[in-house]
């Protein structure tokens, strides 16, 4: 589809959408468009492929879109983590039947073959025993171990299939020992950091350590180069493992990613809805955000228009309050990203219409003495019981407004910085809508600047009433003190 047939009527929605970037989306004019209909908010770099080089170019791709759409977008690196593969196959694939036998052999150097196939995984042969299960493919293919003999292990298969190279492997059940981080990802966290990226994805967590690891790791990089504000972390909840520690792992992160491909091969199809409903809510619980990932627009890697499946797995992530939806082959490899990012767009607009706000959720948020915390909650609370048309955060960092965007209110959220980067980490949160302001130090003069701009932009009119947070000392972060109900003269 060509820029002068593509629909840029622009989509108003809450939930954040977030696409992977590739071959099929790496054209600025394409991303321009993107980002001008409301349709793109972060964009993924997959760094499981591609060179330091590849993402730094990709990265001013990204930028440059965003400068000549006008608007502000994050950039979230996901990580590789552990590469838990077979290796390379001679031929580029293996038949394998139901009933036969296939060897595994860890120590296999150079191409495999349908006798012997290596693993990128060396350390499979330690993680397993006689009757455990192997999954191949996301589970196209399951194989049982018969048993493990040194770097040999012995399975048979369950079910034919067309096994190629470089695919993954997981255990039914969980358990293997792989660490979140590889030498590799050490590398790609330095180039990720070097290219401005506002997220890391950290794949394949355990646990909270290995956020912290992660942390620490990012800490020193950008004290490196004296970068104040740091790339949020996002916890990929793909492991069984995960799952039994998902609340450390929660407030170890600044958000969660429902990685539902890995996951399904680890717990099984049926139990990932239940889980993602309950991710979902445990992270707005806990104060953080959550992405919901994994074959949300699958068919339209190939076709213009998504499946009736494909919609209601759209709207109902929506619906179970996730702050974004994230596209993955769809746009990086697939035919139509744009189509793909605006019929999600309208997706979650036709959704949230359905959803005046996340009921109960903030019965059940957890109590700080923090003083934003306390300062979001009142505004959400005046503005259900006043006939408000938006809540304004001045913020420095952003913080106020993502903590007023947990209650997941239809009310607009506008979120206004002198700093690029919080607005780019804002491009994240549900609902906030962040615009870059220089305002003045001195308050009244700020709220002047304030209520103009956003008259210019025709959110408010004459006698509108709006709810605006800031701190009583302008330009300070962690500084926000003070509410107030505002009424547009005229």
Known sequence: MTATQRDLNRIRHNTKIVAT???????????????????????????????????????????????QAGREVAIMADLQ???????????????????????FDAALEGEGTRERVGLDYRELPNDVRAGDVLLLDDGLLTVTVQKVEGSEIHTVANNSHVLKSNKGINKQGGGL?????????????????????????????KNAEDMKIARDAVAAECDKICQKIRPGLVAKIERIEAIENLDDIIEASDGIMVARGDLAVEVGNAAVPALQKRMIRRAREMRRFSITATQMMESMIENPVPTRAEVSDVANAVLDGTDAVMCSA??????????TVRQMALICAAAEKEQDLLVGVSDTMEETRRIDHAIASAAVHIARHTNAKAIVALTESGTTAFQVSRYGIQIPIYALTPSQQAQRRMAMYRGVRPLKLATSVEHDKAFDEVEALLLEREVLKVGDQYIITSGT???ESGGTNSLQVMTVAA
């Open 330 to 339: 769809e746009t990086a490899v697939g035919k139509y990203p744009f189509e």
């Open 21 to 67: 970037l590739g071959p099929g989306s790496n054209d600025v004019a394409l991303l321009r468009d993107m980002i001008l209909i409301g349709a793109l908010n972060v964009v993924r770099f997959n760094f499981s492929h591609g060179t330091p080089e590849f993402h730094e170019n990709n990265a001013k791709i990204v930028r440059e879109a965003a400068r």
């Open 81 to 103: 983590g552990p590469k838990i593969r077979v290796s390379k196959l001679a031929g580029g694939s293996i038949q394998v039947n139901a009933g036969e036998a296939l060897l």
């Open 177 to 205: 020992s792989a660490g979140a981080f590889t030498e590799k990802d050490f590398r790609d966290l330095k180039t990720a950091i070097g290219i401005g990226c506002d997220y890391l994805a950290v794949s394949f967590v």
């Open 473 to 475: 000392h302008m330009r």
